[in-house]
């Protein structure tokens, strides 16, 4: 079964941290570009880091400077390490892939997506 489980969310104060761990089970992540994309109720999921196979990187601006992507290969996973939260990165948080992809991809792109998992920012 070829699926994608993130883990890592919860809840935490402004300026707080957390790390989001997507796991990927049934197919080899090498050849995929990872995303983070977010989505809040009533919202437009939005893309927000990436990683493409080559290891270059993009961060929507809201965040740059503040969260961190990597992936490796070796345990088939990905990571998305995330500092000076603020209320406003409050979402549930999706770790998706694109076969070959680009460092930067949309929504209808995605090959498969995790399920998801909470994050509350939140004093």
């Known amino acids: 079964q070829l699926q994608l489980v993130e883990s890592g969310g919860g809840s935490v104060q402004p300026g707080g941290s957390l790390t989001l761990s997507c796991a990927a089970s049934?197919?080899?992540?090498?050849?995929?570009?990872i995303g983070w994309f977010r989505q809040d109720p009533g919202k437009e999921r939005e893309g927000v880091s990436f990683?493409?196979?080559?290891?270059?990187?993009n961060h929507v601006d809201s965040v740059k400077g503040r969260f961190t992507i990597s992936r490796d290969n070796a345990k088939n996973a990905a990571y998305l390490q995330m500092d000076k939260l603020k209320p406003e990165d409050t979402a549930v948080y999706y770790c998706?892939?694109?076969?070959?992809?680009?460092?930067?991809?949309?929504?209808?792109?995605?090959?498969?997506w995790g399920q998801g998992t909470q994050v509350t920012v939140s004093s």
């Open positions: 990683i493409s196979s080559s290891g270059e990187i």
């Open positions: 998706a892939v694109d076969l070959y992809g680009s460092s930067w991809f949309p929504a209808s792109y995605v090959d498969y």
């Open positions: 049934g197919f080899s992540l090498n050849f995929y570009a």
